[in-house]
């Protein structure tokens, strides 16, 4: 079987992360070789990123945010997706392409059809299931004020966090056979099921 490319997606604070430890678990039962891994900041230049984009005091135009987002994962997939993928491991990847588009498209505005040319331009390898964790933005925002300082993103106001949101569900409704929506606001062991169920599906 070719090794597979899963996505998980979210606003901030939608349980996404706990559950890459139940997919971990799975592929090591069935003695399947993964990584885990993540955007922004995959690599050592990705993580100088990632500073920069999440740092509340960077000063950068919407713009600017997308393409450093997109030249962290064109570096994340040359160096870190394709490679595994061709040598039969599976990537579990903590956000991808969706973000852009829900994050920069949805919550900043930017015109999608410019967003979609320039992912197509990057040729992006289009992932085998995305798992996108949804639930209302104010039980999340509430989680994520719990874990202490936020990031530039976790300081928007809520109609930036309900944009990207419905960005998300969007995307959901337009490719329902990659993209599956779990309902966040599940307790833990009724998520961690459908994310089990929903990985077993590739098998
Ligand atoms: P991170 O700490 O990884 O957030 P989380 O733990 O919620 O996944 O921070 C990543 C932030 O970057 C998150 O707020 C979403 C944002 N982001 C974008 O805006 N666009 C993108 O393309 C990506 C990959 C992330």
């Given at each position: 079987m070719r090794a597979k490319f899963?996505?998980?997606?979210?606003?901030e604070g939608?349980?996404?992360?706990?559950?890459?430890?139940?997919?971990?678990?799975?592929?090591?039962?069935?003695?399947?070789?993964?990584?885990?891994?993540?955007?922004?900041?995959?690599?050592?230049?990705?993580?100088?990123l990632r500073e920069i984009l999440l740092n509340p005091n960077t000063n950068i135009s919407s713009e600017v945010e997308l393409l450093l987002m997109l030249a962290d994962r064109k570096d994340h997939v040359e160096k870190t997706i394709l490679p595994n993928l061709l040598n039969d491991t599976w990537v579990i990847s903590d956000r991808f392409m969706d973000s852009s588009i829900a994050y920069q498209g949805g919550g900043r505005q930017l015109d999608l059809s410019m967003i979609n040319s320039l992912a197509t331009y990057l040729n992006l390898p289009t992932p085998d299931s995305t798992l996108l964790f949804d639930l209302p933005?104010?039980?999340?925002?509430?989680?994520?004020?719990?874990?202490?300082?936020?990031d530039r993103f976790e300081k928007e106001e809520i109609e930036f966090h309900n944009r990207v949101r419905d960005?998300?569900?969007?995307?959901?409704?337009?490719?329902?056979?990659?993209?599956?929506?779990i309902d966040g606001t599940q307790n833990l062991e009724q998520v961690q099921a459908k994310v089990i169920e929903n990985i077993?599906?590739?098998f």
């Open positions: 899963i996505t998980l997606e979210g606003i939608s349980g996404k992360t706990t559950s890459i430890k139940s997919i971990n678990n799975l592929l090591e039962q069935k003695k399947i070789r993964y990584i885990n891994t993540r955007e922004p900041g995959a690599s050592s230049m990705g993580n100088e933005v104010e039980i999340a925002l509430e989680r994520t004020k719990k874990r202490g300082k936020l960005a998300y569900l969007e995307l959901a409704n337009d490719n329902p056979d990659r993209i599956k929506v077993n599906q590739l």
